[in-house]
């Protein structure tokens, strides 16, 4: 498998690292799409992958898969040319799903060029859970509580926890873009992000972001509590978010899937 990255950030030199070096997919990157005339050059050279500043030429290359590892508007303005050249994709900046609309004209077009769209899972679990217990309808009930430091949530620092949103996914998507992917993911899985109920929270003594997923229907009931280490170079990545890209290459094309 021939695999190409958007972004030339922390996730994506964790992923040259993981691949190139540690052989943790059977594959290779050989391609690197980005703006960065410092860092790119370098990627190239330490993991011999090609950098490109040019679209059209890293698109062009031949890659069977793009890894997005960028930003919600590199993936917006992207995804459709990533789909019509006959490409996978794993999205990384599941924000860029906020607008249902632009969600469904992607499925349409990876149908139609007969790709697809990863979504990997990222800081969360229990997704396969949630699909599996609305196949038939039968999902009531999806919750999501956040809590994270003040700071990652560009807010001045308190003394004491407070909770700054109790709504809806689709609010909490347009009031914190940078901080509820995992709402947003859920809501992609579940009930819709107009019927996943969000909270968050900001504690000024927590040290790793914490979500507590809860989920009622006909199946049951789910209580999951997942607590995050930040990836060791950078505290504002998700390790967990980079491993589940890891494992979305890992298993594509496997003869066995497990889960959904």
């Known amino acids: 498998m021939k695999i190409g990255i958007i972004g030339t950030g922390n996730i994506a030199q964790y992923l040259l690292e993981s691949i190139n070096w540690n052989s943790k997919v059977d594959g290779e990157v050989i391609s690197i799409f980005g703006r960065n005339l410092e860092v790119g050059p370098r990627l190239e050279t330490q993991y011999s992958a090609t950098f ?84 038939l309808g039968g999902l009531k009930e999806v919750r ?56 968050v929270i900001a504690d000024p003594n927590i040290q790793r972001n914490t979500h507590l997923i809860e989920a009622k229907g006909d199946f049951g009931k789910m209580n999951l509590l997942i607590e995050n280490e930040p990836m060791p170079n950078n505290p504002k990545t998700s390790y967990l978010a980079a491993l589940s890209i890891v494992s979305t290459l890992q298993n594509k094309g496997n003869a066995i899937t497990i889960g959904s």
Do not use: W
């Open 52 to 135: 490109y500043t040019d679209f059209q030429e890293f698109i062009q290359s031949p890659m069977d898969v793009v890894v997005e590892a960028a930003t919600i508007e590199v993936a917006m303005k992207h995804m459709e040319e990533v789909l019509v050249n006959k490409k996978d994709m794993i999205l990384s900046s599941i924000g860029v799903f906020k607008d249902v609309a632009y969600l469904n004209e992607m499925r349409e077009v990876a149908r139609k060029n007969q790709q697809h769209i990863y979504l990997p899972s990222g800081a969360i679990g229990g997704l396969d859970l949630l699909q599996s217990a609305n196949s």
């Open 144 to 199: 999501i509580t956040t809590k994270k430091s003040y700071p990652s949530l560009g807010l001045d620092v308190k003394s004491a926890e407070e909770c700054i949103f109790d709504g809806v996914a689709l609010d909490a998507i347009e009031k914190f873009p940078k901080n509820v992917n995992v709402a947003l993911l859920l809501s992609i899985a579940g009930l819709g992000a107009d019927k996943t109920a969000v909270r």
